[in-house]
């Protein structure tokens, strides 16, 4: 008896440890993972592809059912890899002491999609390398970077806004090369060393050399113009810094098309259980690849970065295929995030599950390391859901629980899930990751708690969300939550009317939705052949996407504005790329891209303050084939030349301030027929400016949008428009403020684009 009933016990013991997540088990994922014999983890190896396997392999060892391709674990895709030839090279030409030569894997390393060159020229700091006047934020203002090499510091301002999208991996490096910069340098924070990773790429490759830098170089050339380096540093997170060090440097890069090759996601699918909810999908994911080995043979394992991740999705998975959860979830472990989140881009395009069906995504990145606390980013999606969830578990657990609302959204295998419309959100553990793309980041500087905590809450919030009551699917265009990899959003309309008449005032006078349209810039520098690459890139994109109607002409406009669809417009951005061949314009508009953004006075359509013959040219053709130029320039003297082009149609974006210092000078110029001004507000912003340019300017001028939206929460937003409601009212009445918020907010944009 007594032998039964311990027989019992230990079954019981043995059945509920299998039921729970075990982070020592996911440790011993991490330890073979990180094995010698998988040298790194370099996606498109023989070696990543064995690490694959092995994945596939437990995963089918406990029945989850793979998602792959043709009814495997593995789901492949192309990677179009570059090969470093030799030893970058950078080194200070005239220091205080004279030259001094960095080390390679110490002192710098070649970035990410680097490219090739050698050249010889002065370098200048640029603050955190963002250009956007209209966010009150200009690191370029007064300074001539052409044929300059550029130092920028990696992170963003903390001024109180959501610098998200100005994310290092394109959009700084974009920026720098639309502004006429020859080289960077990206100024690593912290003082530890630099470690070297050999490079891999895809799509969108700059033609500059990028080296990330240490704080030593930076020092030596902050010496040059007297300045200390960590006030500079410190002062910059609230106002711009930018000033030359007098200091030469010399960059030299070489990096080669090498082949095409093959990557690996590993996929299954955990069936849920709900006849009507089993087909809304989780997908949650890390990526399994790390950097491989470097140059000089040194062994990246990657256990921090991420073979945690990867780790603890597996044993998620293991542990959710017994629970009864109504929602299916789908578990990826991601190929190619180090090398430009080649894996995730290419399930976002190609899901195994349809894409309209998937809800959110959860995705683990760094997860092993830290002090014991959870970290979840999120952009206010599901937080009415997973509040109560927070709070009820920081103060029964004790355990640090930490939601974060609109940051971390780029850099890791949850920016495509965004880009597509899904919402996403990012675990990592908290506290400090020394050792990140470092070698040292092996299975001994891991904290079995870490991934034990992670795990678990991981487990709860896949819970929260798989068994929420209703549907979690996205009832409007959830396409209009794109983010393009050349260029941020516009989005011309607020929430639907639907949404808006939530508000106590507007009850029975809901808003109407605006057309809305996502426009993506191609890249404004380059060679044609580049430019009419990405074309093709983005059309096949978008026209694989769902719910996207591409604006061709007025009818496709007529039909997104009906609210049917979201629009979206592939603009240019700049004309640079095609100043050699104007005919190039005319092809890009008829196959429609006609919408040109106009973001710099350098732009050759400018010479000065006027026109350039070029410029003349190009605004000629844009008008012929019903085209509009987009221009965020703030200045009288560039918008005189651009109305001096005819009949060009001309919208202009414009910040609060900067509208209402130019008032009247619009009043004077602008004609409804022409133009049209986008007034940008956030929700913090007083509701004055909208009134008094709505008053001062000619009826049908104005339009009013939420720069970056997507960093918005709703509340916010229907505080905001409730606002602008109650400030008209009492003075004009209820139906002439209704019908003025109607014309600035669907009407004006509507007319003028319809034209």
């Known amino acids: 008896m007594k032998k039964s009933v ?30 010698p014999k998988y040298k790194g983890r370099k996606t498109g190896t023989v070696e990543a592809r064995d690490a694959a396997l092995w994945i596939s392999t437990r995963l089918k060892s406990w029945g989850l059912t793979p998602m792959g391709d043709e009814n495997d674990y593995l789901q492949k895709f192309p990677m179009l890899v570059t090969e470093q030839k030799k030893k970058a090279k950078l080194k200070l030409l005239n220091g205080s002491y004279g030259p001094i030569e960095y080390r390679e894997n110490v002192d710098f390393i070649p970035y990410q999609n680097s490219g090739s060159a050698e050249l010889s020229a002065e370098v200048v700091f640029i603050g955190y390398g963002i250009s956007e006047p209209s966010m009150g934020w200009d690191d370029y203002a007064g300074m001539d970077v052409k044929g300059k090499i550029v130092l920028i510091q990696r992170g963003l301002p903390q001024d109180g806004q959501d610098w998200a999208f100005a994310n290092e991996r394109f959009y700084k490096v974009r920026t720098a090369e639309q502004k006429g910069a020859a080289g960077l340098l990206m100024l690593d924070r912290g003082d530890w060393p630099m470690r070297g990773v050999t490079i891999t790429a895809e799509g969108y490759r700059p033609h500059m050399p990028i080296f990330n830098v240490s704080k030593k170089v930076a020092r030596d050339l902050f010496s040059g113009c007297h300045k200390n380096i960590d006030h500079s540093l410190r002062d910059l997170v609230k106002k711009p810094q930018s000033f030359s060090f007098q200091r030469k440097m010399l960059m030299t890069s070489r990096f080669d098309l090498a082949a095409v090759q093959e990557g690996e996601n590993v996929l299954v699918v955990v069936r849920g259980t709900d006849p009507v909810l089993a087909e809304e999908y989780l997908v949650v994911g890390a990526h399994m690849d790390h950097n491989g080995r470097s140059l000089d043979g040194h062994l990246y394992a990657g256990a921090d970065d991420n073979a945690s991740g990867a780790a603890v999705v597996m044993e998620m998975a293991r542990v959710i295929r017994q629970k009864k959860l109504k929602r299916s979830i789908v578990f990826a472990c991601f190929g190619g995030e180090e090398q430009g989140l080649l894996g995730s881009r290419y399930f976002t395009l190609h899901p195994s599950v349809p894409a309209e069906k998937i809800v959110a995504n959860v995705n683990l990145d760094m997860v092993g390391a830290g002090d014991g606390g959870v970290s979840i980013s999120g952009r206010n999606y599901f937080l009415n859901l997973l509040d109560p969830w927070v709070r009820s578990h920081n103060d029964s657990v004790g355990k640090k629980l930490s939601l974060y609302r609109g940051s971390g959204m780029f850099g890791s295998d949850h920016a495509y899930f965004v880009e597509q419309g899904i919402p996403a959100f990012y675990v990592s553990s908290t506290g400090d990751h020394p050792f990140y793309h470092q070698f040292e980041d092996d299975p001994s500087t891991l904290n079995v708690q870490a991934l034990q905590v992670v795990g678990e809450r991981c487990v709860e919030l896949l819970t929260v969300l798989a068994d929420a009551p209703g549907s979690l699917l996205f009832s409007g265009n959830r396409s209009g939550h794109f983010f393009h990899l050349f260029g941020d959003q516009i989005d011309f309309s607020f929430q639907p009317a639907t949404t808006l008449a939530k508000t106590d005032s507007l009850r029975d006078r809901a808003i109407p939705a605006a057309v809305r349209c996502v426009v993506y810039p191609l890249p404004a520098t380059g060679e044609e052949k580049e430019l009419f690459t990405a074309y093709d890139d983005l059309e096949r994109r978008i026209l694989k996407a769902s719910n996207l109607l591409r604006f061709k002409n007025s009818a496709s ?76 320039l703030a200045d009288s003297g560039h918008i005189s030349a651009l109305l001096a082009a005819g009949r060009t149609k001309l919208l202009l974006r414009l910040t609060p301030v900067q509208a209402l210092g130019l008032q009247d000078f619009l009043a004077k110029r602008l004609d409804k027929k022409q133009a049209l001004v986008i007034l940008e507000t956030t929700p913090d912003q007083s509701v004055d400016a909208v009134w008094r340019l709505y008053d001062g300017l000619p009826a049908g001028l104005l339009h009013v949008a939420f720069a970056h939206a997507l960093s918005m929460a709703d509340d916010d937003k229907y505080q905001w428009v409730q606002q602008l409601y109650e400030a008209r009212r009492n003075q004009h009445g209820v139906d002439k403020t209704y019908t003025a918020m109607t014309r600035v907010m669907a009407d004006n944009i509507k007319k003028f684009i319809s034209k």
């Open 6 to 35: 311990a027989l019992v016990l230990l079954l019981f013991s043995f059945t509920a440890a299998q039921d729970s997540f075990n982070g020592s088990a996911a440790f011993s994922y991490v330890e073979e993972l990180c094995l």
């Open 557 to 632: 406009f007529d039909e997104a504005a009906s609210g049917a669809k979201l629009g979206a417009a592939i603009a240019l951005n700049g004309s640079e790329s095609l100043r050699q061949n104007a005919a190039h314009a005319r092809l890009l508009c008829r196959a429609g891209v006609n919408w040109l953004c106009l973001r710099s006075p350098q732009d050759p359509v400018f010479d000065g303050k006027a026109l350039s013959d070029w410029g003349r040219t190009l605004l000629q053709t844009l008008a012929e084939e019903n085209g509009v130029v987009e221009t965020t």
